[in-house]
């Protein structure tokens, strides 16, 4: 079993930044990759960004590409989504997920492993 928790969410002006945080523990030496998707009101949840633990190139999302970095620290077991420029249009919960195993690397099924979501607000 892995547990995942993020933190980092807040209230930011539009064109601020954000870095949040998800902290992987128990079975971490199985995590094949990562993942950030987000849900805003009303919506599906969707996929906003991905890195493998091994160190494959980061996938993301078109609409935060140039604007989200996602990175990982094996040492501390913590991957990180840095959101620069933010616009109104993320606001969202933003959850962290992982898995053990391969799939498609955007779709929610290929996760086992869920956190509890960390809401973001951007104001305009």
């Known amino acids: 079993q892995v547990q995942v928790v993020e933190s980092g969410g807040g209230l930011v002006q539009a064109g601020g930044s954000l870095r949040l945080s998800c902290a992987a523990s128990?079975?971490?030496?199985?995590?094949?990759?990562m993942a950030w998707f987000r849900q805003a009101p009303g919506k599906e949840r969707e996929f906003v960004a991905v890195?493998?633990?091994?160190?494959?190139?980061?996938y993301y999302t078109d609409s935060v590409k140039g604007r989200f970095t996602i990175s990982r620290d094996n040492a501390k077991d913590t991957v990180y989504l840095q959101m620069n420029s933010l616009k109104p249009e993320d606001t969202a919960v933003y959850y962290c997920?992982?898995?053990?195993?391969?799939?498609?690397?955007?779709?929610?099924?290929?996760?086992?492993?869920w956190g509890q979501g960390t809401q973001v607000t951007v104001s305009s």
């Open positions: 997920a992982a898995t053990d195993s391969g799939g498609y690397y955007n779709t929610e099924r290929t996760y086992a492993y």
């Open positions: 128990g079975r971490t030496f199985s995590i094949y990759r």
């Open positions: 890195i493998s633990w091994s160190g494959n190139r980061p």
